[in-house]
């Protein structure tokens, strides 16, 4: 947030944020929900969401229906946030610091492409079955293909 708070202040854009969730406010004991309506409703009223990482051994112990990821899972799911992209890349003086040799890590530079809200992503429908019901996956799958292929074309054109 200091990051963003010293990039609005040196341009045109002024970030009026707020900070919360109750892993924000009260990370102690939580016993309810982590992402509540009143949160929901100003992440769906606010222009852009930042949300760093949480979780942690502090909180294994809790039942799931109140452990921290709940809230990155339902705020995927409730702002429509279907493509993830993370990017891997190589900064070559880091090639020493990697598990891998670094000739094979050498020259690393790609998008990992993840869909986050669709019935896969969830593990639904659950069940095996020979015969997959595409209506549902398939607009998932293309869109989030579309995502991929546009950013490789994206970066092709350079
Ligand atoms: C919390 C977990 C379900 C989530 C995921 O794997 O989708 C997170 O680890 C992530 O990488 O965004």
Redesign the pocket.
């Known amino acids: 947030m200091a990051v963003l708070l010293q990039a609005g202040a040196t341009s045109s854009i002024s970030p009026s944020m707020s900070r919360r969730g109750w892993w924000a406010e009260r990370p102690s004991t939580p016993t309810e929900t982590p992402l509540t309506d009143e949160v929901l409703a100003l992440a769906k009223s606010s222009d852009a969401v930042v949300l760093g990482a949480m979780?942690g051994p502090k909180w294994d112990g809790l039942d799931y229906s109140i452990r921290p990821?709940r809230a990155?899972?339902a705020l995927r799911q409730e702002l429509g946030l279907f493509a993830?992209l993370r990017p891997v890349k190589l900064f070559a003086p880091l090639a020493q610091a990697s598990t891998l040799k670094p000739e094979v890590v050498a020259g690393t530079d790609l998008l990992v492409v993840?869909e986050?809200t669709g019935g896969i992503?969830f593990g639904q429908p659950k069940g095996v079955t020979t015969e997959p019901d595409w209506s549902t996956p398939r607009p998932e799958i293309e869109r989030i293909a579309r995502v991929a292929f546009d950013a490789a074309a994206g970066a092709a054109a350079g």
């Open positions: 979780g990821e990155l899972l993830n993840r986050l992503y």
